[in-house]
C-alpha cells in the first residue's frame, strides 16, 4: 500500500507556472505507474498525465499537451507535474494517482485502465484570467 501527499497547488494568473509535487511513501515507489488527474466544480475528474515505473513512458491527455511535463524521482519517492502556460480551464482539484505495486506496464496502458486504486487528498488550482 502506498500513501500520496500532493503539494505546490495555488492562485496564478493565466500565462503563469506551477509545479505540484506527490510524495509517496513505502519501499515500493519505483514499482509504481503514477500519473494526475484532474477535477474542476461541476465537472467529472479527469485524466492528466501519465508516467510509467521507470520514467520512460509518459502520457498526456491532449488538453495539456505541450504545456505540462510530468516526471518522477524514484529515490525521492515523488513524482512531479510541471504547469506552464495556464489557463482559466486549467482550473481544478489536482489529484496524484498510484497504479502498483508491480506495475511494469506503459504510460498508456495506465491511461486506458483508468489509473489505480491509490488518491491523493488532491490541491487546489486556482487560473485567474
Known amino acids: 500500500q502506498v500513501q500520496l501527499v500532493e503539494s505546490g497547488g495555488g492562485l496564478v494568473q493565466a500565462g503563469g507556472s506551477l509545479r505540484l509535487s506527490c510524495a509517496a511513501s513505502?519501499?515500493?515507489?519505483?514499482?509504481?505507474?503514477m500519473g494526475w488527474f484532474r477535477q474542476a466544480p461541476g465537472k467529472e475528474r479527469e485524466f492528466v498525465a501519465a508516467?510509467?515505473?521507470?520514467?520512460?513512458?509518459?502520457y498526456y491527455a491532449d488538453s495539456v499537451k505541450g504545456r505540462f511535463t510530468i516526471s518522477r524521482d524514484n529515490a525521492k519517492n515523488t513524482v512531479y507535474l510541471q504547469m506552464n502556460s495556464l489557463k482559466p480551464e486549467d482550473t481544478a482539484v489536482y489529484y496524484c494517482?498510484?497504479?502498483?505495486?508491480?506495475?511494469?506496464?506503459?504510460?498508456?496502458?495506465?491511461?486506458?485502465?483508468?489509473?489505480?486504486?491509490?488518491w491523493g487528498q488532491g490541491t487546489q488550482v486556482t487560473v485567474s484570467s
Open positions: 494517482n498510484a497504479d502498483g505495486p508491480g506495475a511494469y506496464y506503459s504510460s498508456n496502458y495506465y491511461y486506458t485502465k483508468g489509473g489505480g486504486k491509490y
Open positions: 508516467i510509467s515505473w521507470s520514467g520512460h513512458s509518459v
Open positions: 513505502g519501499r515500493t515507489f519505483s514499482t509504481y505507474t
